[in-house]
């Protein structure tokens, strides 16, 4: 008989250390100072996040990526690893930092991030060889675009792999530059089942404002599943036999700061359970929803029992459209 796989989930793709600040009034002149009530280092980036997120709804994780020879690489592993993350596969790369991300929280607007690449500059898909996505039932890559080395048509050769293998790919980008972003990403598309991005990426890489039209743009170029996050509008689902509009749970906001990634785990959670398209939004949902109550890319998110007590206690609004 063949081994059963070792992991739920491979998420590989873009490892950070955060340091967020706790919303503040605004941001000050040059100069100036503003007070917040904490400044926090924790884990971040989309590898991390997810993995993360998995790990405390009770899937097997392991993450895949690189980190440098510093305090910030050690406390990535190891809050990773206290998160029962396998951290076997995370990468201590000579002559790079850590990679870093200063979140600027102002109260009533969208987070200011200020990033550098650090050893996310030197991932290129290498890490990610064939007999690892056999391990694993299902492959994440977070942070698409944010790893200079990591081409399109690497990821669509390892997305290919995955597919002869049977195992699920979901893809997300994070988009410093649009430029020639989406000719790339038209090569990885056609080799992935689920494509994440958020409203604002969307538009970046399609030029179209509207969700649903930035859906179909990518259901166009190949990508089997799109589901589209607009923050406090919800989210667009399509696929090839259905188009899905959801609302969003009502929470206290806080920080935004990694509620994708907090998706992106609910929803891979509910794709290895099985579960309909409906059902895959409305875990995904639920997770990002629990993650924007605290500051910080995971400090809020649900663990498994309390994702099942908040399910049980919450239905989200999905209207299907026409296709």
């Not at 989930?9 to 100072?33: E, K």
């Not at 080395?149 to 893809?171: H, I, K, N, S, Y």
């Not at 969700?211 to 090839?240: D, H, I, N």
């Not at 629990?290 to 609004?317: D, I, K, N, W």
Request: proline share 5%; glycine share 10%.
């Amino acid at each position: 008989m063949p081994e059963s796989p070792s992991y739920d989930c491979l998420c590989a793709g873009i490892v950070v250390a955060d340091f967020v600040c706790a919303p503040v009034s605004g941001v000050p002149a040059a100069g100036g100072l503003v007070m917040t009530d904490s400044i926090s280092l924790a884990i971040g980036g989309c590898a991390s996040n997810v993995a993360t997120d998995l790990a405390r709804i009770g899937r097997s994780v392991a993450v895949v990526g690189r980190v440098g020879n510093d305090m910030p690489g050690r406390f990535v592993r190891e809050q990773l690893a206290a998160a029962g993350v396998e951290t076997s596969r995370l990468v201590e790369t000579p002559g790079h930092q850590t990679s870093g991300t200063l979140v600027i929280n102002v109260r009533g607007e969208d987070r200011r991030f200020i990033h550098t690449f650090g050893a996310n500059a030197a991932f290129d898909g290498t890490e990610i060889p064939a007999g690892l996505i056999r391990q694993a039932r299902s492959l994440y890559v977070g942070g698409f675009f944010l790893m200079p080395r990591l081409t399109a048509e690497r990821v669509a050769d390892l997305f290919r792999q995955a597919r002869e293998l049977r195992v699920p790919t979901v893809l997300d980008v994070v988009i410093p530059d649009p430029k020639n972003c989406w000719a790339e990403l038209q090569k990885v598309l056609p080799w992935t089942d689920v494509f994440l991005p958020n409203v604002d990426e969307a538009c970046q890489l399609t030029g179209l404002a509207d969700p649903l039209e930035q859906a179909r743009a990518f259901r166009a170029a190949g990508a089997k599943t799109v589901v589209v996050t607009c923050g406090g509008e919800g989210s667009v689902l399509a696929t090839e036999s259905m188009t899905l509009r959801s609302g969003r749970f009502p929470v206290e906001f806080v920080d935004g700061t990694g509620s994708g990634d907090a998706f992106a785990a609910g929803y891979i959670s509910g794709l290895l359970d099985g579960c309909s398209a409906e059902r895959c939004l409305e875990i995904g949902s639920a997770l990002g929803a629990s993650c924007v109550r605290r500051a910080g890319a995971t400090t809020g998110v649900f663990t498994r029992a309390e994702l099942a007590e908040f399910l049980a206690q919450h239905r989200l609004p999905v209207e299907r459209l026409p296709s």
